[in-house]
């Protein structure tokens, strides 16, 4: 069992930054795949990012690659994700996921584990 704790949101104007970042507890975090999702007003929860257990595979979704990294800390049970050259079609709340499988998924229903969710805004 691991739990997931998001920080790091905030209201950022276009163009800018923000690193979102995410705790999990328990001792077998680097046997979880480690994903980004993030879910717009009125939109369904979509993929952002996802890293394998080494944090040497990564998958982006098209919208955010080139922008985006995700990175991971087996050390310090973390993951994040740096935004840069934010849109204002970024804005969502941003929440972590970890699958206990070995293959990376980009999709909601393969992850077992979330956080509450971290907003960001992007102001145009």
């Known amino acids: 069992q691991v739990q997931l704790v998001e920080s790091g949101g905030g209201l950022v104007q276009a163009g800018g930054s923000l690193r979102l970042s995410c705790a999990a507890s328990g001792r077998t975090f680097s046997s979880y795949v480690m994903g980004w999702f993030r879910r717009a007003p009125g939109k369904e929860r979509e993929f952002v990012a996802a890293t394998g257990w080494s944090g040497g595979i990564k998958y982006y979704a098209d919208s955010v690659k080139g922008r985006f990294t995700i990175s991971r800390d087996n050390a310090k049970n973390t993951v994040s994700l740096q935004m840069n050259s934010l849109k204002p079609e970024d804005t969502a709340v941003y929440y972590c996921?970890?699958?206990?499988?070995?293959?990376?998924?980009?999709?909601?229903?393969?992850?077992?584990?979330w956080g509450q969710g971290t907003q960001v805004a992007v102001s145009s």
């Open positions: 996921a970890a699958d206990r499988g070995m293959q990376i998924h980009t999709t909601v229903y393969e992850y077992d584990h």
